[in-house]
């Protein structure tokens, strides 16, 4: 593990707010164990391990009934962690992938037999060398035929570039950790009113108000995130997404608390309808179609 990132919280606090039943926590991760799944030579961070076991001990814990488990960069287009935590799940847990431009036909069918039901595509070039956009809207293409949706990964500043290439997907498209948002800037920011513009206009793109931890100009109890993700839950209720970010990778500053996590849901998402929809209705039909 890297000596300037921190550890996943050891001892979390249990939640006041019981998430309603069937709630899904719909980003997390697995991060080896190294000796059984290697982290990808060209990864530009190292995690602690963080497996499986924990994982599902940790969503129990919190009060959630399963899990979205996203490919996180460390390990490349090895998904081989995460396909093993799918089929250990018992059918609680999803996953969403990292593949190349040579994946082959057989495995994707491969890792859809497994659970996974998307991929991402990054671009915080902190995590993961460039790619053109050309080569992701190839793969959103394939991937499309599988009924699989999109991940993508990038920050508000980018939003302008950004943006010809989230219309050109052909795809469901999730946004992770509503972009980045410059909080300090404030809810009223061109950026961010241009952003609710675009899940405006375009109504397969969908957010997750996730990472408060990661966004926050001014650290616990993290209210300065609330009125971004206000913002997303008022607006667009039946395309939002929750989930904790657990093991929480690349934190330099605090080791963030799970279960003051979880309390800021009501914050996020007051009525119980949104609540509901949040963290139950949205991810079941996006991952758990009938």
């Known amino acids: ?25 719909a980003h997390c991760h697995v991060f080896g164990p190294e000796a059984r799944f290697p982290y990808a030579p060209e990864r530009k961070y190292t995690p602690c391990d963080a497996p499986k076991e924990t994982l599902f001990q940790r969503r129990d814990f919190l009060g959630f009934s399963r899990n979205v488990i996203v490919q996180a960069s460390c390990h490349g287009t090895d998904n081989a ?10 059918g609680k847990a999803t996953g969403v992938a ?6 082959s036909d ?19 070039p902190r995590l993961v060398d460039a790619t053109p956009h050309e080569v ?24 302008a570039t950004m943006t010809p290439f989230l219309e050109a997907l052909p795809t469901v498209v999730v946004l992770d950790h ?8 404030g809810v009223h920011d061109a950026a961010f009113q241009r952003y609710l513009a675009l899940l405006q206009e375009l109504p397969d793109l ?19 995130v609330v009125p971004f993700a206000r913002a997303l839950v008022d607006r667009f209720p039946d395309r939002v997404l929750w989930g904790t970010d657990w093991p929480h990778p690349n934190m330099t500053t605090h080791v963030p608390d799970d279960g003051a996590l979880v309390d800021m849901i009501p914050k996020f998402a ?21």
């Open 1 to 25: 593990m890297d000596a300037n990132y921190l550890p996943f919280h050891p001892n979390p606090s249990k939640p006041r707010f019981a998430p309603p039943p069937g709630a899904v926590d």
């Open 81 to 90: 962690a995460i396909v093993v935590a799918l089929q250990s799940s018992d």
């Open 98 to 103: 990292v593949v190349g431009e040579m994946v």
């Open 106 to 124: 057989s495995e994707l069918k491969r890792l859809d037999a497994a659970g996974v039901r998307g991929i991402r595509f990054n671009f915080l």
């Open 136 to 159: 992701f809207l190839e793969l959103a293409r394939r991937v499309k035929a599988l009924g699989w949706h999109v991940v993508v990964y990038f920050e508000m500043p980018t939003l």
């Open 178 to 185: 509503m972009s980045v948002p410059e909080v300090k800037k």
């Open 206 to 224: 969908w957010v997750k108000v996730t990472c408060p931890e990661r966004l926050s100009a001014s650290g616990p109890p993290y209210d300065d």
């Open 270 to 290: 007051p009525e119980r309808a949104q609540q509901e929809a949040l963290l139950v209705d949205n991810p079941m039909r996006l991952y758990w179609p009938k």
